[in-house]
């Protein structure tokens, strides 16, 4: 069974910095698995803001946070990570990790964001960036 545990939010300063991470079980990055970050804010839709393929090297970012946040990885902890950097109060939101397996076709884990195809969910974890 695939699970997730999202952790690391906080109340930061606007400027600042903040680190999530996505903990997950289940699998490894021996399989294959697009793993993405969303957020909610209140009163707003959830959109995507990055993601990451266990087997294809390539990152993508919303175009709200890109140059701000960067995803990576640890691969001996099987963990996600987000680097959130220069935040705003614009980012504040309940942030969720998710994943989806890949079947026999392929496309970026973009794709999936797009078409709202991540099916396994952590709990969030609440940003609060104060101005």
């Known amino acids: 069974e695939v699970q997730l545990q999202a952790s690391g939010g906080g109340l930061v300063q606007a400027g600042g910095s903040l680190r999530l991470s996505c903990a997950f079980s289940?699998?490894?990055?021996?399989?294959?698995?697009?793993i993405a970050w969303f957020r909610q804010a209140p009163g707003k839709e959830r959109e995507g803001v990055s993601c990451?393929?266990?087997?294809?090297?390539?990152?993508y970012y919303a175009d709200s946070v890109k140059g701000r946040f960067t995803i990576f990885s640890d691969i001996a902890k099987s963990t996600v990570y987000l680097q959130m950097k220069s935040v705003q109060p614009e980012d504040t939101a309940v942030y969720y990790c998710a994943v989806r397996k890949y079947g026999r076709y392929v496309p970026s884990c973009w794709e999936f964001v797009e078409e709202d195809r991540y099916n396994t969910w952590g709990q969030g974890t609440q940003v609060t960036v104060s101005s």
């Open positions: 990451l393929s266990t087997n294809v090297a390539n990152t």
């Open positions: 289940g699998f490894t990055f021996d399989d294959s698995y697009a």
